[in-house]
């Protein structure tokens, strides 16, 4: 067995297939000195090109539902801007299997091309949106062929060697979090730039809330006519331009030819030829606890997150006396900013040091834990004013999203361990499944929650704007209690 594993231990340091792009990848990370920033940035970039959509509409969600005059009521709104919301998601979970087996078949680029193509095409046809229902469809063909999350994962633990893996999976949960934040930025400054007379809505006149550059765009032009195109044509400028470059990435996934015992041998995370196809099948993936149990943790905070991102900006853009903030997209785009300058600083320089530290599990307890006092806050940050108010919302934004994305990374971490190379695909594409029908909850729920809290201004227990984060604290703790044994359990491969 010793001999055997010395062979095994030499193949690997020498054997080489001329032709396998992963062989490639796997020769130029042993020769590699130093911080692989290039690969940092492709992976950085082609997750921020896919997270900047998801969420740049919930700034101006609340006034496109309004402007579509679907909802009888003002506290209505929500209620229907949260199926706009949760139809990316749901067409996402449909599909994150089944592009994640594409992606160990065939390999990682081709998913992570169709990826990025897709939010040129899908986003823009949703800033064309004319209708409630067309607005529905654009968002859930926009996740139903975006398969590109679950492989980039793999292909960062791929690309990266094993010392870099913590800073690789750490810049693509950093990337996903300034996506959602940047990505809501855009929708707030770059929505509604022209200047429009008041509106018949729900029984009451409106005006536009936001007049950023009412001088440079007319009503009758083409952003004009479509107030809402110009943060998603944008974004999808931003992905073709990924897209393109994204022709030039390394494949990681390995491509043999010859006999499959010497291909067994040069793959640095193969298993012996005889457990392959036992190792390689979908019930072992659902069979293997500690995959799952990282999976359903991971969910769960996904949830809270998805929530909290639609029910902030909602809830900043609502009247002061439905307990919101009474913002302007224009205003929530100016705290999302903010809040992504200092989630970045810290991503980068602080997660990766926090990690080796405390390892992901802690890490991901502590910032549960710390998230819920801090929600708790929330509603009486509306009733300051003035300088306090700005000062004390940026502040609990910038804590909250850096708590969450420090989860999210933590999570990846634990899934991408637990399984070997051969199966990282699929394996995320579970988790894209599971995480992407908590995700369509969470918009949907939260603002249908927010709508019936809204309404309760005056009840005794948890009244207002109190009941739903409320809501949002009891995930929270749900999430953190499932970090601890006997249900999280660890392994590495």
């Not at 139809?87 to 998913?111: C, E, H, N, Q």
């Not at 169709?114 to 040129?120: A, E, K, R």
């Not at 990337?175 to 809505?201: D, E």
Request: glycine residues 8%; proline residues 4%.
């Amino acid at each position: 067995m010793a001999a055997n594993d010395g062979l095994k231990d030499e193949l690997l340091e020498h054997v080489y297939h001329e032709n396998c792009p992963g062989c490639k990848v796997d020769r130029d990370k042993r020769q590699q000195t130093g911080l692989p920033i290039k690969e940092l940035i492709f992976v950085w970039v082609v997750v921020l090109c896919v997270a900047l959509p998801i969420s740049s509409l919930f700034p101006f969600l609340y006034f496109m539902v309004r402007d579509f005059n679907i909802a009888e009521k003002e506290e209505d709104i929500s209620y229907y801007a949260g199926f706009v919301g949760s139809a990316y998601m749901i067409g996402r979970a449909l599909t994150s299997v089944f592009w994640g087996v594409v992606a160990d078949r065939y390999g990682r680029k081709p998913v992570i091309i169709l990826g990025t193509s897709t939010v040129v095409i899908f986003n823009t046809l949703f800033g064309f949106s004319v209708n409630y229902w067309m607005a529905i469809v654009t968002r859930f063909l926009l996740g139903f062929l975006n398969g590109l999350l679950g492989p980039i994962k793999a292909y960062s633990c791929e690309l990266f060697r094993e010392e870099h893996q913590a800073l690789g999976l750490s810049s693509i949960s950093t990337s996903w979090g300034i996506g959602l934040i940047i990505g809501p930025s855009l929708g707030g400054f770059l929505a509604q730039v022209f200047i429009s007379t008041h509106i018949l809505i729900c029984n009451r006149c409106f005006p536009y809330r936001s007049l950023n550059f009412p001088s440079l765009v007319s009503a009758d032009s083409l952003f004009g006519r479509f107030p809402y195109l110009l943060p998603c044509l944008c974004i999808s400028i931003f992905a073709l331009f990924v897209t393109i470059a994204a022709f030039w990435l390394p494949e990681t996934l390995h491509f043999h030819k010859d006999n499959e015992l010497e291909s067994a041998l040069c793959v640095p995370d193969a298993e012996e030829k005889t457990d392959e196809k036992k190792d390689s099948s979908f019930i072992s993936l659902l069979k293997n606890w500690p995959l799952m149990s990282s999976i359903i943790v991971y969910c769960i905070f996904s949830l809270h997150d998805m929530a909290y991102t639609e029910i902030f900006s909602l809830w900043a853009v609502s009247p002061k006396s439905l307990g919101g903030l009474n913002y302007s997209t224009e205003d929530v785009g100016t705290v999302l900013s903010i809040t992504g300058v200092g989630l970045l600083l810290f991503q980068t320089a602080l997660y990766p040091i926090a990690e080796r530290i405390f390892g992901p599990i802690t890490v991901a307890r502590i910032a549960g834990v710390l998230s819920i006092p801090l929600l708790t806050t929330y509603p009486y940050i509306a009733l300051l004013t003035g300088f306090m108010l700005t000062f004390t919302l940026n502040f609990a934004s910038i804590v909250k999203n850096v708590l969450s994305v420090s989860i999210i990374t933590s999570t990846f971490m634990l899934q991408n361990k637990a399984v070997d190379q051969r199966q990282r695909g699929a394996a995320n594409g579970i988790a894209m499944t599971l995480q992407s029908i908590c995700k369509a909850i969470g918009p949907a729920c939260g603002g249908a929650l927010l709508s019936w809290s809204q309404k309760r201004q005056n009840a005794t227990f948890l009244p207002g704007d109190q009941m739903i984060f409320f809501f949002l604290n009891v995930i929270e703790g749900i999430g953190v209690l499932l970090t601890f044994k006997p249900f999280l359990i660890t392994h590495h491969y």
